[in-house]
Each structure stands twice: as structure tokens, then as C-alpha cells.
């Protein structure tokens, strides 16, 4: 089992950036295809981004599409999700996820290894 741990939260004016981390374990990082979901309160666990496994061909949601990036470091075993250009309606936790195979990587109940998540807060 992957183990994730996000950080890199925090509060950021409108039009700011933040750069968020998933720190991973184990041995098979670049085997998993690995997402970026967030959720607010009373909604539902949306999709952000994913890079799929051992490549670099990645996806966005719409919503973000031109202002976050979604890279991976091998050697380090980490996620990253470049946000830049940060509006309120960005905020959110973020959660990093993990699968083993890209079937259903857009949706939230298809990942079975999640980490704790991390606050995003864009203020007006």
C-alpha cells in the first residue's frame, strides 16, 4: 500500500501561488498513476490533475487547465501541483491520491490510497 503525506497548504491572496507536496512511500511511485483531488465542504471529491505512470502525459479539470502543473519527482518519491494565478474559489483541502492503473483516474472512488489532505485558503 502507498502511503501519501500532502503539505504545502496555507493562505494565499487571489492571484497568488502555493506549490503543494505528496511525499510518498514505497518502492512502485512511478508504476502509480497519481492525482490531485480537492473537496469543500458538502461537495463531493473533485478532480484536479493526474500524471500517469511512468510517463509524463498528465490532465487537468477544466477549472484549472493554463494556471496549475502536476509533476512528479522520481528520486524523490513526490508530488507536486503548481498552482499559480490562485482564485477563491481554489479553496479547498487537497488531497493526493494514488492507483495502480489509469481505469476511472478522473473519479475519486476509483483510488483506494489517499493522504491526510491539505487546507488551501485564497482570500479576495
Known amino acids: 500500500q502507498v502511503q501519501l503525506v500532502e503539505s504545502g497548504g496555507g493562505l494565499v491572496q487571489a492571484g497568488g501561488s502555493l506549490r503543494l507536496s505528496c511525499a510518498t512511500s514505497g518502492r512502485t511511485f512511478s508504476a502509480y498513476v497519481m492525482a490531485w483531488f480537492r473537496q469543500t465542504p458538502g461537495k463531493e471529491r473533485e478532480f484536479v490533475a493526474a500524471?500517469?505512470?511512468?510517463?509524463?502525459?498528465?490532465d487537468f479539470a477544466d477549472s484549472v487547465k493554463g494556471r496549475f502543473t502536476i509533476s512528479r519527482e522520481i528520486a524523490q518519491n513526490t508530488l507536486y501541483l503548481q498552482m499559480n494565478s490562485l482564485k477563491p474559489e481554489d479553496t479547498a483541502v487537497y488531497y493526493c491520491?494514488?492507483?495502480?492503473?489509469?481505469?476511472?483516474?478522473?473519479?475519486?472512488?476509483?483510488?483506494?490510497?489517499w493522504g491526510q489532505g491539505t487546507q488551501v485558503t485564497v482570500s479576495s
Open positions: 491520491a494514488a492507483k495502480p492503473t489509469t481505469n476511472g483516474y478522473r473519479n475519486f472512488y476509483a483510488y483506494d490510497a
Open positions: 500524471v500517469m505512470a511512468r510517463g509524463s502525459d498528465t
